[in-house]
């Protein structure tokens, strides 16, 4: 089964890695020759097929600094062009990253108010992103929760098993194995660290019926992102 577009050529049903693709393609036709034939088409303007050959120089070469300038230059360019945000700023952080050989972290784009303004599905969602498939399967994690909202008269159904979780908003909840009852203006309150889901059950703003010790258990299985992964191999030394 495949996941996504996939054109049946069965050179793609089971590609060879990037780095290594890339190391085949310059061992054929030479480190040289690929740099001067980027060369080219970068002094024609053809920016996106320099690219291509300058990639695979960097792929296989990632600490050849002439290579990565030359593939930062193409990018560059593709950057400025970009009518688009999302092109734009990927060119240009590829660039960054092969000029300065550093991840650096982004700017913080959730701000209180985006936070404040997700919709509680949402947010499950990303805690779903956030469940590792694997501490979940050893955990043997397997129930159904319930989140209700009393400010907002928002109930949400959701359940955790085969190492996945799902959510889905209802107009009444089922019987469930533990729920939670939070305002939503605490619930982001929590996700803001201005407060903790434990004081505010502690001081009863929060209220937990059923098995609490199952949201426990599922917090434990949960990843934290840092966000810090590199786009373009990092120059090994």
């Keep these: 089964m495949y996941l996504g577009y996939h054109d049946l050529n069965p050179v793609n049903t089971n590609p060879l890695q990037t780095r290594d693709k890339s190391c085949v393609y310059v061992e054929a036709a030479g480190e040289e020759a690929l740099y001067q034939a980027g060369m080219i088409h970068f002094g024609k303007g053809e920016y996106q097929q320099a690219s291509q050959l300058f990639n695979d120089l960097v792929q296989c070469e990632p600490s050849n600094v002439k290579y990565r300038f030359a593939l930062a230059d193409s990018f560059e360019q593709q950057g400025y062009q970009s009518e688009t945000m999302a092109w734009r700023n990927s060119y240009l952080q590829g660039a960054v990253e092969l000029r300065t050989g550093e991840i650096r972290p982004s700017l913080k784009a959730a701000s209180a108010d985006v936070i404040a303004n997700t919709p509680t599905g949402m947010f499950l ?20 929760f319930g989140l209700e909202h009393p400010d907002l008269n928002e109930s949400f159904y959701g359940e955790v098993s085969n190492s996945n979780m799902a959510n889905i908003q209802v107009d009444e909840l089922p019987k469930t194995d533990v729920v939670l009852r939070i305002n939503k203006e605490d619930l982001t309150k929590v996700v803001l660290g201005e407060t903790s889901l434990k004081s505010l059950i502690e001081s009863g703003t929060a209220r937990v019926d059923g098995q609490t010790e199952l949201l426990t258990q599922l917090a434990n299985c949960l990843d934290e992102f840092d966000g810090l992964f590199d786009i373009l191999p990092i120059a090994r030394k």
């Design 125 to 144: 969602d990303f805690v779903a992103v956030k469940l590792n498939a694997e501490k979940a399967e050893q955990a043997g994690l397997n129930f159904n």
